[in-house]
């Protein structure tokens, strides 16, 4: 939250989120509520809040008398997914372009040196949870919440595919990688090429994700 704690319900929403995006807790598992507040050392009513905004996010879902599990992955949702993506990425990118302030400069600089200086360990998890702090990243910069909030839930669900195939992909780094040159272009100011490559990078991971359908 800007200019304050974040609140338990945030906190706990935030936690369960992520997890449920790194499949940690597995598509069609309950929710148990009782561990997650002890975990995060807090009651059932911020774990509750937190769990309806993810239903919200079609993360999980929940049945009465029967309890909340997590949404199942259904690859049939990569062609609506791709398709809201392919359109608003690129507007991101190219605001994120014009927008960024001189600190989101240095954010996207630490961003870039360090997909420059890392090695490819072979765990795709690791890249997966990369990625999706490069992406936020550039979300933020374009300093427009309703399009950041919009990317964050689209990517989210992009990423339980990515989690779902990582297994059986090959490349991941490349992918990770390759947002390098979109990091440059957002630091140089140029809003047609990141927008450009913004648009690559959305259209190569349903492409590889295609491959193994």
């Known amino acids: 939250m800007p200019g304050g704690r974040r609140s338990l319900a945030e906190q706990a929403y935030l936690f369960i989120r992520d ?19 002890g975990t995060l050392g807090m009651g059932r009513t911020p774990i509750r809040e937190a769990l309806k905004r993810l239903e919200a996010d079609r993360l999980v879902v929940a049945f009465p008398r029967r309890g909340t599990f997590a949404t199942e992955v259904n690859i049939s949702d990569l062609a609506h997914i791709s398709e809201v993506r392919r359109t608003l990425e690129p ?38 949870r990369t990625d999706l702090e490069l992406h936020r990243s550039l979300y933020r910069c374009a300093h427009n919440p309703f399009l950041e909030d919009t990317l964050v839930h689209y990517d989210n669900l992009a990423t339980r595919i990515w989690c779902l195939f990582a297994p059986r992909l ?26 450009d490559l913004a648009l690559d990078h959305v259209t190569g991971f349903e492409r590889a994700v295609r491959t193994l359908i």
């Open 170 to 195: 090959r490349g991941m780094a490349g992918h990770v990688h390759e947002h390098a040159p979109l990091l440059t272009a957002v630091i140089e100011g140029d809003p047609k090429k990141a927008a």
């Open 91 to 128: 507007v991101a990118a190219a605001a994120a372009a014009e927008r960024a302030t001189a600190a989101d400069h240095a954010t996207l600089t630490a961003l870039r040196e360090l997909l420059e200086t890392s090695e490819d360990s072979g765990d795709n998890a690791d890249l997966l």
């Open 19 to 37: 997890r449920l995006v790194m499949l940690d807790i597995a598509p069609g598992e309950p929710i148990n509520e009782e561990w997650l507040g």
